[in-house]
Every structure is written in C-alpha cells, then in structure tokens.
C-alpha cells in the first residue's frame, strides 16, 4: 500500500472510532421517563422572568411551550421564525412563553439583547420544569 493509501486509512479510521464513540455516547443519554401525552393536562410550573419575577403557566389559552438554551445552535436558528409566528397569531389568541434552560441568567439576558423576543420568555436554570415535560435534549 503507498504512502497516501495508508494515509487515507488512518484517517478513516480515525473518524470510524470517533463516530462509534459519538453514537455510544448519544444512545447512552437518558430518555424521558414520560412524553407528554396529547390532551394531557398541563404541567404546572412557576418561573422567573429575566427580570426575575416569577410567572406562572396561564390556564385555559393556547400556547407554544418551546424549551431551549442560548448556547443550542437550532434553538439559537429558530427564534425568528417564532417572533413570526407570535406577530401573526398573537391576536387570535397564541400565546408564546419559550423556556431557558441557561444555567446563567447572564447568559440568557445578552441573547434577548441581540435577538427580537417578543413572546414571554422564562428562566429554568435547574431544568427542573424541562424534566417534568420530559425535555433531555434540545431543541
């Protein structure tokens, strides 16, 4: 085998190992213990707001619940699209509360900062109310 073959080789064994790591790694993360069912009852919550004040999960309106995290590149992706979706719905009644699950409030801050957010936007450091809708990974 020449020198460039061998290369090749190595390489792709190199990036054979790394996919095998890659895909134990992602098969070994947990799954949710329950999904959320359709026409389940709600989970209710309270959580901070990014000026800190806490907000509870409204009764008897639709609402988008999306659960995300600022260093999340989809989640980063799909924040326009909702700021759509909130401009041309939000008067029939769709209500849009996105869930941060940013261990740092500083963090989440300075992304509101360069992003338009017109929706309610909450603070989940712990990722407790995350867990108890059954969201492990994002987006």
Same mark, same amino acid.
């Given at each position: *085998?020449?020198? &460039?073959?061998? *290369? /090749?080789?190595?390489?792709?064994?190199? =990036?054979?190992?790394?996919? $095998?790591? &890659?895909?134990?790694?992602? +098969?070994?993360? !947990?799954?949710?213990?329950?999904?959320?069912?359709? $026409?389940?009852? %709600?989970?209710?919550?309270?959580?901070? #707001?990014?000026? $800190?004040? *806490?907000?509870?999960?409204?009764? &008897?309106?639709?609402?988008? +619940?999306?659960?995300? %995290?600022?260093?999340? !590149?989809?989640?980063? /992706?799909?924040?326009?699209? *909702?700021?759509?979706?909130?401009?041309?719905?939000?008067? @029939?009644?769709?209500?849009?509360?996105?869930?941060?699950?940013?261990?740092? @409030? #500083? #963090?989440?801050?300075?992304?509101? /900062?360069?992003?338009?957010? !017109?929706?309610?936007? +909450?603070? #989940?450091?712990?990722? =407790?109310?995350?867990?108890?809708?059954?969201?492990?990974?994002?987006?």
């Amino acid at each position: *085998m020449n020198e &460039g073959h061998s *290369m /090749k080789y190595r390489w792709l064994l190199i =990036l054979c190992v790394f996919a $095998g790591i &890659g895909s134990i790694v992602w +098969l070994s993360l !947990p799954e949710a213990p329950a999904s959320v069912r359709q $026409g389940a009852q %709600a989970v209710d919550f309270s959580l901070p #707001d990014v000026q $800190g004040v *806490m907000q509870t999960l409204p009764k &008897g309106e639709v609402m988008l +619940l999306n659960f995300w %995290a600022t260093w999340c !590149p989809p989640c980063r /992706k799909e924040i326009p699209s *909702m700021a759509e979706l909130h401009d041309k719905y939000a008067s @029939r009644g769709l209500k849009i509360i996105a869930i941060s699950v940013d261990h740092r @409030r #500083d #963090d989440l801050t300075a992304f509101m /900062k360069e992003y338009r957010m !017109p929706f309610q936007v +909450l603070h #989940d450091a712990d990722s =407790l109310v995350s867990r108890s809708y059954g969201v492990f990974r994002y987006p």
